[in-house]
């Protein structure tokens, strides 16, 4: 694990918050008004007057960081150890001496923060699906245990604790995503691959049924592999980067012990953005 001073003081962090939050310039967070000025500080942090509304704030209004009293290095360090090495909340818990419930609140107000992905899709498009283990974690049951979907044979489903995610690679641009779905059907296939740019969309799926109906849709050119035949290659039509994209990521949620249901979408989302700041050069 890295050291907590990589962020420095409290000082450096607080600088490194302005410059982030306001590269573009400072904008009332209730108003939007850039007619701003300074008034004192809070603590580390700078403090403004907006002349719009004749309301002050500072560098954390409005942001995730807000009205807690934990160290700002702290929450940096937490977003950056979770982030880059996957670090479990029980394990941030010991490395900056918060509490557990503590730590679970603002990293969850991070991951909500993160935007959706947007799929404005190029072509050739590679589409396959991949099933996580995801159950009831942190809430009550009234109904005895059950064993966990993962114990069954076949594909998963949602009511079985295994949901569907599906992973899509936009050859066009490079663009990679991961999608939480309730189930692997046609009308999911064709909500995914809905914004694209051209038609007929290319797109390369392995010999799962749910596609089938993409060749009889002028909307798409669908080419496929059949695995079960021990076809996974024929030039250029495959799903092998789909299949590498996903592979990685049970290995991102194995730390966290099992995902709720409820909060799959907030950890792809951390994942999803993992996977681009690694993906960028420096």
């Known amino acids: 694990m890295i050291p907590l001073d990589v962020f420095g003081s409290e000082s450096v962090a607080a600088d490194l918050l302005q410059q982030v939050r306001w590269r573009n310039g400072v904008t009332c967070p209730r108003c939007r008004s850039d007619r701003t000025v300074k008034n004192g500080s809070y603590g580390h942090f700078q403090r403004y007057l907006c002349k719009n509304c004749d309301r002050t704030f500072n560098d954390k209004t409005g942001t995730i960081f807000a009205h807690s009293k934990?160290?700002?290095?702290?929450?940096?360090?937490?977003?950056?150890?979770?982030?880059?090495?996957?670090?479990?909340?029980?394990?941030?818990?010991?490395?900056?001496?918060?509490?557990?419930?503590?730590?679970?609140?603002?990293?969850?107000?991070?991951?909500?923060?993160?935007?959706?992905?947007?799929?404005?899709?190029?072509?050739?498009?590679?589409?396959?699906?991949?099933?996580?283990?995801?159950?009831?974690?942190?809430?009550?049951?009234?109904?005895?245990?059950?064993?966990?979907?993962?114990?069954?044979?076949?594909?998963?489903?949602?009511?079985?604790?295994?949901?569907?995610?599906?992973?899509?690679?936009?050859?066009?641009?490079?663009?990679?995503?991961?999608?939480?779905?309730?189930?692997?059907?046609?009308?999911?296939?064709?909500?995914?691959?809905?914004?694209?740019?051209?038609?007929?969309?290319?797109?390369?799926?392995?010999?799962?049924?749910?596609?089938?109906?993409?060749?009889?849709?002028?909307?798409?050119?669908?080419?496929?592999?059949?695995?079960?035949?021990?076809e996974y290659a024929n030039e250029d039509v495959h799903v092998n980067t789909c299949e590498s994209h996903g592979s990685l990521l049970r290995p991102w949620l194995s730390p966290h012990r099992g995902v709720s249901k409820d909060k799959l979408t907030q950890y792809l989302r951390a994942f999803q953005l993992r996977r681009k700041l690694l993906r960028k050069p420096g």
């Open 70 to 230: 934990v160290a700002l290095r702290k929450w940096l360090f937490s977003i950056y150890a979770f982030l880059r090495f996957n670090t479990s909340l029980r394990q941030l818990q010991l490395e900056i001496d918060v509490q557990y419930k503590t730590i679970y609140q603002r990293v969850e107000r991070f991951t909500k923060a993160l935007d959706a992905p947007s799929l404005d899709l190029v072509g050739p498009v590679e589409i396959d699906e991949v099933y996580v283990s995801a159950g009831l974690k942190g809430r009550e049951r009234d109904g005895r245990s059950r064993s966990r979907g993962l114990s069954t044979r076949g594909r998963g489903s949602y009511e079985q604790d295994k949901p569907p995610v599906f992973t899509i690679v936009d050859r066009g641009t490079g663009n990679r995503y991961v999608i939480p779905a309730k189930s692997a059907d046609e009308s999911t296939v064709r909500l995914l691959l809905a914004n694209r740019e051209k038609e007929p969309l290319t797109v390369y799926t392995d010999g799962f049924r749910t596609y089938d109906p993409l060749d009889e849709d002028d909307a798409f050119d669908r080419e496929y592999v059949v695995h079960g035949d021990g």
